[in-house]
């Protein structure tokens, strides 16, 4: 089966369930493999996220996501349309931290995908399909994830009462969700919605958005889509969760009660499952080093915040223009006006701190190594020295900085060697030795 994306550009608003912010969010069509990225425009730099296990931040009634300064909270249902109607790539630009709620379901968010025209692409959609059972429990909660030819989950839904159980298992396809799942409303018990006040959520929740259900009754604006719309509801919360394994799934999920917190856990242990298997392709690969981890050539700036542990306003590298071999890589970094430290170096003749362009070196020849090298990850390339420095020519505004960096020397893994230079146009304006030693994150 063939990824796809969207073929126009789609927009919606409205205001958010726990923030009760007003925001603005569009679709935006998206190359192959770039997969699911948020985009917070309303911030500086206007940060990417990508809603995987590692970036889960809370999971109080929605599930927050968050990396550097960024946020984006209650992703679950926006994921979800999009899960559901199988659309592998697509950017989601807000400008505000959390999705609208709309009606509480995935139905407006289907219709916005709809709008938007799913269309196919040339790549492959790339499955991750279960070879043995996956458990997580927590309580009288739990989530199975068996091996299935499919994507199937069977789900029941109960209060701490035992009052409104219900039970369905359904095999999801993009008919199946749209028609029997999209729609379903999230609901709340009446005897919660005090706590999560307290709690600073549901700012902008309504029976607009929302089922309450008081002791045996139902209280909505419209009556139930389904006699059984809360045990959907759930099975719509699993397929955006899901999302956080990073890869479409095939396997059989069987829930008993299930909610954010446990559906983040077993997306985290299906995710470790994914790394591993991807981790054992990679070490019987015969393929250059340059090329191991993803056969490209280039790397945009998600790619390289993938490797890079630094954030705004620390990033020195925007995009990696060319790998030509094992030990090459030439990097950009666009030098603007907006870097923060121009308005001390120097007021009325701003230019690049010497220290920055190594920096950028650094990062360049980082990036270089942890994709040479087969590692973890959580490991890191740590800069521990920098020698041979020379400084030809001021960097300023309006500069693309090309960083060429070259490994030369690799000790068991662990310690490595390179030489890096910084070129504007065909002029080199600086250039070192440095060298690093790769560490785990924890270390």
Request: glycine share 6%; net charge negative; proline share 5%.
């Amino acid at each position: 089966m063939k990824q796809r994306s969207i073929h126009r550009e789609v927009s919606i608003k409205g205001k958010s369930l726990h923030t009760g912010e007003e925001v603005h969010l569009t679709l935006k069509p998206a190359a192959e493999n770039t997969g699911i990225v948020f985009k917070r425009v309303d911030l500086f730099g206007k940060p990417e996220l990508k809603p995987l296990a590692d970036h889960v931040d809370d999971l109080v009634r929605s599930t927050t996501i968050a990396d550097g300064h960024a946020k984006v909270h209650t992703v679950e249902h926006v994921l979800s349309a999009l899960n559901g109607c199988g659309v592998d790539n697509v950017i989601i630009e807000m400008d505000a931290s959390e999705p609208p709620i709309l009606d509480g379901s995935a139905k407006h968010f289907v219709n916005l995908v709809q709008e938007a025209e799913p269309v196919e692409q040339e790549a492959e959609r790339q499955y991750y399909t279960l070879e043995e059972p996956i458990s997580v429990t927590r309580g009288g909660s739990s989530l199975i994830a068996l091996p299935h030819d499919g994507f199937r989950i069977t789900c029941t839904s109960a209060d701490d009462r035992g009052i409104h159980t219900q039970h369905l298992s359904l095999d999801v396809d993009p008919e199946t969700y749209v028609a029997q799942i999209a729609p379903a409303r999230t609901f709340t018990i009446y005897e919660d919605i005090e706590e999560l006040l307290k709690l600073g959520k549901i700012k902008g929740g309504s029976l607009d958005s929302a089922i309450v259900i008081k002791g045996d009754k139902i209280v909505s604006k419209e009556p139930l889509r389904y006699t059984d719309e809360f045990v959907r509801h759930k099975m719509l919360d699993i397929i955006g969760d899901i999302v956080l394994a990073g890869m479409p799934i095939k396997a059989h999920i069987v829930a008993v009660r299930p909610g954010h917190a446990l559906n983040a856990e077993l997306s985290k242990e299906l995710r470790k499952k994914i790394l591993e298997k991807a981790k054992g392709k990679k070490k019987k690969a015969a393929a250059p080093a340059a090329t191991v981890e993803t056969g490209e050539g280039t790397m945009d700036i998600r790619r390289v915040l993938d490797l890079l542990p630094h954030r705004y306003p620390f990033v020195m590298i925007d995009r990696v223009l060319e790998v030509p071999n094992d030990d090459e890589l030439v990097a950009l970094k666009n030098v603007t006006i907006n870097e923060p430290y121009f308005q001390g170096h120097y007021p009325g003749r701003p230019v690049m701190p010497g220290v920055l362009q190594i920096e950028a070196m650094a990062q360049a020849a980082g990036i270089l190594l942890l994709r040479r090298l087969d590692v973890g990850d959580s490991t890191i390339a740590f800069f521990m020295s920098v020698d041979k420095v020379k400084f030809r020519q001021a960097v300023e505004p309006g500069d693309a900085l090309y960083v060429h960096a070259k490994i030369t020397k690799v000790r068991g893994n662990k310690l490595a060697t390179a030489t890096a230079e910084c070129k504007v146009g065909d002029k080199v304006v600086s250039n070192a030795e440095l060298m690093f030693m790769l560490v785990e994150a924890s270390d």
